[in-house]
């Protein structure tokens, strides 16, 4: 899920037809430059004009190719392990297209906390055989996001939102415009959100992305006061309150709160047995700091 750019935790098109056009074109050009027979009169010096611009295609063409193929993908790896919902999306592919795509994206969602980078090269090589379906733009967003590619994870995710009608991204696309210095566009997908459609993960993302929004423009204390109205002292155990609690926390050292912000740090570690957030480390800053205040 969107992870807020403040949080203490960092988290296009058609793919497939211009790879086989490429293939195509590789082939024509092949015929064209690979005819026998002396030069046709007067045209040397396009010939040698066309040699120079094959080398250039020859090079974008084997760009686009490695983009294809992907990343290799590992043995271990067979495409059941995906979620069932997932694999009954790929259904109307090809058996075998199906496979290699279910591979590409269960080597995907293994590597996006470690590598994001090769689970984004993962994703495209799923799109390159896949554009139209829509859980394999939302996987190119996802990575693309994870990755730190904000303007193709939004081209994504709205593609993908444009496909299944799915909320699911909202929030990721919100800060998609934070991370792309637009929080003017980032509030207003926040506005425009139908919150009562929403669980409380969800919510809880769009209102610490809504928070971040307003510090980018300089109005800390709305991005407070839109914290405080959300469910800080929720008795849930589900990471998005620890979560919650560390933005508030995070935006009160900001405003120089130093002593509330310390609390909300230890009540953020209270709910965070994974260390998901780093607030242990800044409740311990802050003590070190605080009697030098």
């Excluded at 730190?148 to 994504?156: D, P, Q, R, S």
């Excluded at 993908?160 to 210095?181: F, P």
Aim: with cysteine; proline share 5%; hydrophobic share 35%.
């Amino acid at each position: 899920m969107a992870e807020s750019r403040g949080s203490g935790q960092q988290r296009g098109g058609q793919g497939g037809r211009d790879s086989r056009g490429s293939r195509d074109g590789e082939r024509r050009g092949r015929d064209r430059g690979g005819r026998s027979g002396p030069p046709e009169r007067g045209r040397g010096d396009r010939r040698g004009d066309w040699k120079g611009r094959g080398g250039d295609d020859a090079a974008a063409r084997t760009q686009s190719q490695q983009r294809y193929d992907g990343p290799e993908i590992p043995e271990h790896v067979t495409g059941k392990e995906l979620d069932r919902s997932i694999s009954a999306q790929l259904r109307s592919l090809p058996d075998k297209l199906a496979l290699r795509v279910a591979r590409h994206l269960v080597a995907a969602g293994e590597l996006i906390d470690r590598d994001p980078r090769t689970a984004y090269e993962h994703t495209l090589a799923a799109r390159a055989r896949a554009s139209r379906l829509a859980v394999v733009r939302e996987a190119v967003g996802e990575a693309a996001y994870a990755a730190g590619e904000y303007a193709e994870a939004l081209t994504e995710l709205r593609a993908a939102k444009r496909m299944n009608g799915a909320q699911d991204y909202v929030a990721i696309i919100a800060d998609c415009e934070r991370a792309l210095g637009k929080p003017d566009k980032a509030l207003a997908t926040v506005r425009n959100a139908p919150r009562d459609k929403l669980a409380p993960p969800l919510l809880a993302e769009l209102t610490i992305v809504e928070a971040g929004a307003r510090r980018d423009r300089g109005e800390l204390d709305a991005a407070l006061r839109t914290l405080e109205n959300a469910p800080l002292m929720s008795k849930s155990r589900e990471p998005w309150v620890a979560r919650l609690r560390y933005a508030y926390a995070d935006a009160l050292v900001e405003a120089g709160r130093t002593s509330d912000a310390l609390t909300w740090f230890h009540r953020t570690e209270a709910v965070d047995p994974e260390r998901a957030t780093d607030a242990g480390d800044r409740a311990r800053q802050l003590e070190r700091e605080e009697p030098q205040a």
